[in-house]
């Protein structure tokens, strides 16, 4: 089954700098990776999502890339902010199928 | 607006007495998950309904059992509650397998 692995697990930045969380996955078919902020108390709020026949995506201060030759992923954001600070989960999932399969999540810390 | 409810937010029982959480939407979307999340740790799926159709995970103790009596809500019913369930319950909804899951805030679960 799939696998996701990611990095680091804690990020501490100051704000104004950039930021940037790696994902790996296993399976091939995978071909929808979403990324969730999850604040203190909170739900996992979907923030970008990126599929397979598409190699980059940006939103405002966030882009998503994927490599699908090397299976992996990652999350930048510029510009970072107090805000930001949060922990992101990666995911991957094979959209013809159920489940979608998280990263360990990285807590992220914006500095003031 | 929240489009995914999930009430209450905090739940406290006893030790093996009977606990409802339950989850609304406004979506109209035909796919409802449960989750469970324990501190620093990404979502654990327990099961899910695609409209009426119910999957339980593998691995979900048969102690968790799920109601879906229309669209709009979903019910998590834990019959004998241990030590090892206090967590953060989490409702997710999808329309369709393509398209991304929409937490809800969570209800936290304490055991006494």
């Known amino acids: 089954g799939e696998n996701v692995e990611q990095h680091p697990s804690t990020l501490s930045v100051q704000e104004g700098d950039s930021a940037v969380i790696k994902c790996t996955y296993s399976?091939?078919?995978?071909?929808?990776f979403p990324w969730y902020k999850q604040e203190l108390g909170k739900g996992p709020q979907l923030i970008i999502d990126?599929?397979?026949?598409?190699g980059e995506k940006k939103d405002q201060r966030i882009a998503v890339t994927l490599n699908k030759t090397a299976k992996h992923f990652s999350l930048h954001i510029t510009e970072t902010q107090p805000e930001d600070s949060a922990v992101y989960f990666c995911?991957?999932?094979?959209?013809?199928?159920?489940?979608?399969?998280f990263g360990p999540g990285t807590s992220l810390s914006v500095i003031p | 607006d929240a489009m995914v409810i999930q009430n209450p937010r905090y739940q406290v029982t006893q030790f093996g007495k009977p606990v409802t959480l339950s989850c609304s939407q406004t979506?109209?979307?035909?796919?409802m998950y449960w989750y469970q999340q324990k501190s620093s740790q990404a979502p654990k799926l327990l099961f899910h309904?695609?409209?009426?159709?119910?999957?339980n995970e593998a691995d979900t103790p048969d102690n968790f059992q799920s109601r879906r009596p229309n669209t709009s809500f979903c019910f998590l019913d834990i019959r004998s509650p241990g030590l090892g369930d206090a967590a953060m319950y989490l409702c997710?909804?999808?329309?369709?397998?393509?398209?991304?899951?929409?937490f809800g805030d969570g209800t936290r679960l304490s055991i006494l």
């Open positions: 399976d091939s078919a995978s071909n929808y």
């Open positions: 995911a991957a999932k094979e959209t013809s199928y159920d489940k979608v399969i």
């Open positions: 979506l109209n979307h035909n796919v």
């Open positions: 309904y695609y409209d009426k159709d119910f999957n």
């Open positions: 997710a909804t999808q329309m369709g397998w393509d398209q991304p899951q929409h």
């Open positions: 990126i599929r397979s026949n598409v």
